[in-house]
């Protein structure tokens, strides 16, 4: 039986660090790290994570800013909100909930972010520093992985990595951290051939495709670890939904070494490795070093 990886454990920990770096930026340097998030629309699923981070930012004694936008608003509208948290030295993050309304190109909002403020770290000038390894903001949620997967693990070095799914929120940042780490790495999707036999050579396997429970356990290689990123609303017992992963858990866990379980394994990262990230760039904006490991 596979162990089972706590996350939500693990994020309360790195939400706890990032407390006391927080009061230690305020005690030496008088300095609140703040976070801006930018929703619009009434996406009910973005209130609910947009709540959540507000709350936790609050909780993480850092500055919470929230701009709540109706869903008619103009690109060029959103563009002078992202200039004005561009401008405000109180704020040292900024994060524009996504989806956004079809009016609005979502690439351009988020290139027209401080590239030193994108907590989210999906600006194109992030990105290239992720792939060339050059230091800058880590998407969140592939940041959160790699924590685990380390703790976990230790050194990736010389494993194999496959991450089904390419998105550029997850998929292909996993891939570019993983590949920093000298893991060996694939990464596959709805197109590749013979997916269960690509599944079947990983050491790790990070499941990012959106699909419930798409990855049943004889695609998992015998104590590989599994991280698996799904959040999926299925109809449950008497109506109700439930949360599943894109890894069948209950037929995975019986194969992999270790595995984290949906909800409680990755999701609860997200919002940790964000205010992480917000600490990050309120230190670079202020030239003071960095250190929450
Ligand atoms: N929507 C779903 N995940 C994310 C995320 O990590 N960041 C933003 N900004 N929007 C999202």
């Known amino acids: 039986m596979a162990k089972r990886i706590d996350g939500k454990a693990f994020a309360q ?52 800013f ?36 079809d009016q609005i190109d979502s690439h351009a909002v988020i ?5 030193d403020k ?25 940041l959160g992985c790699l924590m685990l997967l380390k703790d976990e693990l230790g050194d990736l070095s010389g494993k194999n ?10 998929g292909k940042p996993m891939a570019a951290l993983l590949l920093a780490e000298s893991c060996t790495v694939t990464i596959a999707h709805s197109r590749t051939q013979d997916l269960a036999d690509v599944c079947r050579e990983a050491d790790i396997l990070v499941a990012a495709v959106g699909r419930p429970q798409m990855i049943p356990g004889d695609w998992v290689k015998p104590g590989a670890t599994v991280i698996d990123v799904g959040i999926n609303r299925v109809e449950g017992d008497e109506g109700k939904t439930r949360l599943v992963g894109d890894v069948d858990y209950a037929s995975a ?17 997200t919002i940790a490795c964000l205010l992480r990230n917000t600490v990050q760039a309120a230190c670079a904006a202020n030239g003071i070093a960095f250190d929450l490991d």
């Open 253 to 269: 866990e019986a194969v992999a070494g270790a595995i984290t379980p949906v909800p409680g394994g990755v999701g609860p990262m």
């Open 111 to 115: 290139n027209a972010i401080n590239p």
């Open 66 to 101: 929230e701009h709540k936008l109706p869903d008619t608003t103009s690109e060029t509208e959103l563009l002078a909100l992202v200039e004005q948290l561009n401008a405000d030295p109180d704020v040292h993050g900024i994060l524009v909930q996504l989806p956004l309304p």
């Open 13 to 64: 920990g790195v939400r706890e660090r990032v407390g006391e770096a927080v009061s230690t930026l305020q005690r030496d340097h008088g300095l609140t790290p703040g976070l801006a998030v930018v929703l619009v629309g009434e996406d009910p699923a973005s209130q609910v994570y947009v709540r959540n981070k507000g709350k936790q930012t609050v909780e993480a004694g850092m500055k919470s």
């Open 161 to 170: 990595a496959v991450v089904v799914g390419r998105s550029n929120i997850v």
């Open 118 to 142: 994108d907590v989210d770290g999906f600006h194109l000038i992030n990105v290239g520093r992720l792939s060339t390894g050059a230091s800058g903001l880590v998407p969140c949620t592939p």
